[in-house]
């Protein structure tokens, strides 16, 4: 079912018209195409905050595209800005704290909190956004990034920074009706080089249904300087249950970028799996993934017929939902067992044999109701919420080989799944994001992709959510 | 007949000889009638006249265009013909956009190089008075069964239905937009202006100087023995007649922006449409000397580039430029003489102000220092494509032959060249002074 608020422009004028106490959300703005040399190209982006990354942030934005406008006391703050905007002819702008010139609108705020060392620097937050924020263009981007509170010596510092999840958090929703996303990005002392992709990905519209999420930037995970285009070329990817929704966007975003997908399905789904292999010149590999044999059979195949793989997408998953008291055994059992039990098994064969290269990308499903919890998923719930624990405990293992592991959670997702939930549900989950609205499949391989890139090497162990803001699950 | 002793494979240098071009006319004037074949028919046999050159010494032709005559592209090998040159001197036709002169000298220079051939001539010519206009695909495809093959009464009343609306087939306008962006040059020099912080005024100021300097050259006779008498339908034609030698500021200052309503670019700081030709004689240094002559330069590098169309259109030279020099082993500061393209004063001061840039030299060259500062003393002495004009194909070998003279004629040493070209192409070439 389509969403009424969003497609059918009579019924937003209609609403928008009358007055109706009814939020009409905002329809956001999508990626098209492949990674570009210049995300932001053109993009007006107010950076601000008095961390050290000035110099870091004037080069990342100015070669994506963007035209600085930098917010501080005097025009020095300029002056990292300067070089950079010669070599992309993107000259910066000065713009006075507190200050937000007549009729100036922008498309994105950074703010630089990487040096706040008491909660009284919070404020800073306030002084810099509060005259802008209500100046964002319709899909902007808002991005927080400060420091880690775990690294922090003193717990006023701790404080300080873990303070800037909160504030981003509570911002998403209020900006979320606009169709802009707020997020925040944690980076690690000397992770700073690979703070790039990060914010190539969170101010581009591929990230259009991902907010209120915190990112995590670390040195953990070995590598090296990545593409900005192409970025999968020469890759292998294995996506399983490939054939239709999430999996089947995914494997089309994954050959955009020039990786040779191999597209894993049930062998019931042969037509619909072969027909998205054939569309992206990809291949196909039919196997039940809970059969006793498949984690051997996946592991011999990719080596034999590819040489082994750089990226691997658990997509496959299952749904057996009843109450705990009325769930049969082997309910329990299939959701645990494909969700969950499958993937380690899978994984660990790839790792025993050496089949996932250096380099690797593991991305798993789990999601949003798993993590949150929901009536008649408790098999559901047991099962994603342990890709969640699988996740953080394989990556730090894998790390010095330049593998990195995470997981992503979907919200609510336009998809088969979705579209048979009773209306009233439905139409209730899909408002109960800061955006207003549901999300859709490409919204999850967009993100799935973004953490299969060499360029995310910095992000590992995560669970990131593609909920557009969710109200539950935290 | 004798047989040509052979230099396949043998490194020899390439020298330019002598150049000389037609004098460069706004379109839709005094050059109407001639096309871009007749233009470079005369611009070459201008060249036998003033050499003495034997005939049977030439190898081959190489001739640039932009706006090639669809119904024989190849002008190279039909000036041969118009000529009446040996049937051996063979042709070719390159099209890099602007760059295209310079891409036919340097495919000369290259062949020479190898040994491939001793003699060539090589040099451009477009006329923009000539530009064919098209029609659409749809009328194409329409007319095809009337066009090629013997068509039926019903096929002419099929073609009639196949015709409507009537605006689907008339002839689209032709101009000078990128194919995959759909941005007019214009609209490009527009968006970098104001990327690069270029003012009006030092657009203004810019194109003021071009047209002092051309007027002066031609005043002083500087161009005498480069430019040759053309007789056209309306009488002869001696000189360049874009050239404004009384321009102001003031007068550039009044005029309107053209592409945009708060724009910098206007018809006065832009390059004009312009039919004009020039072509090159270019030798091995040994054969040169050995026929007697003289050889004013040779080169000693060059390059070619690509940027993003959709970014910096006309940004290229601010890269090609520092390439060329790289594979020169010589720097900015070494250069005696900087001839830049002047598509539009934007472009020029755009790609100065790059090359000046110590962020432009690390971010984009991998440079520590800027490539540098060019001095305006020393910089499109002569004046440009603004004030002289710029017949796209030509504009490459204008420039080949004003300063291979300048290098031969005045002790200086070298020069270095930088060209702009559609497509986000970027051209330049370090030429130096022989003995």
Redesign the interface.
Known sequence: MSDLLLENQNARKLIKTLGLPIPVPEKLARAKGPYE??PL?DKKVLVCGTGGLQTVLA?ILT?A?ANPWVVGDTDAVLEPF??????????PHWVQTGDAPEGERIDAIVFDGTGLESPDDLRQVYDFMHPWIRRLNRSGRVVVIGRPAADAKKPARAAARAGLEGFTRSLAKEIGANGTVANSVFVEEGAESRLGPVLRFLLSPRSAFISCQPFHVSKLAKGDEAPDTHVLGGKVALVTGAARGIGEATAELLAAEGAHVVCLDRPADDAPCSKVAQRIGGSVLLVDITDEDAPARIANELKERFGGVDVVVHNAGVTRDKTLGRMKPDAWDMAVDVNLGAVIRITDRLLEDEVLRPGGRIVCLSSVSGIAGNRGQTNYSASKAGIVGFVEALAPRVAKKGITVNAIAPGFIETRLTSAMPVAIREVARRMSAVGQGGKPEDVGQAITFLATPGAVGVTGATVRVCGGALIGA | MARKKSSWGKKQRAVVVTGVRTPFVKAFGKFLELDSIDLADIAVKSLLERTDLPHEEIDSIVWGGVILPSLAPNIAREVALDLRLPASVEGMTCTRACASGLQAVTLAAAAIERGEADVVIAGGSDSTSNAPLNLPQKAVHALAPLAFGKATPGDYLGVLSQMMPITDILPKMPKIAERTTGEVMGESAESMARRNEITRQAQDHFAERSHHRAAAAIASGRFDDEVTAVEASGGWVYADNIVRGDTTLEKLSKLRPVFAKDGTVTAGNASPLTDGAAAVLLMSEEKARALGYKPLAAFRSWAYVGVDPADQLLIGPALAMPKALDRAGMELKDMSVVDMHEAFAAQVLSVTKALASKGFAEMRLGRSQPVGEIDEDNFNIYGGSLSIGHPFGATGARMVTTMANELASTGKETALLGICAAGGLGAAAVLEAVD
Request: hydrophobic share 25%.
């Open positions: 040399e210049r190209d080069q070669k595209g300067i070089g950079p905007g010669e070599a992309w002819a993107r000259t």
